[in-house]
């Protein structure tokens, strides 16, 4: 099973981002993995979740529902949490360090 990407994550944000932040950054990444520009095997997959991450966080009230989901996984299974939240952050890391 794979593990959902955070939005926020894919946007490269934190939680308490602007709504200005979240607009610049997917403009950024949405460019960046755009597969028309970048020929990774991975881009249009990023592409997606960048658009995805967009999409929520910059509507009020899905990005609500979002973070209310977030913290409630959270303190669900805090753990497992953790774990998906530092997978992905890894994973960011390393993909941008390339």
Known sequence: MTAAIDHY?????????????IKKAFRQKASFYHPDRN????????????????????????????DDNRRRNLLDDPLQTANEIWQAYSKSILSSSL
């Open 9 to 21: 994550t894919a946007l490269g944000l934190t939680a308490n981002a602007s709504l200005a932040d």
């Open 39 to 66: 020929d990774a095997p991975d881009a249009a997959r990023r592409f997606q979740a960048v658009q995805k991450a967009y999409e929520v966080l910059s509507d009020e009230s899905a990005r609500q529902a979002y």
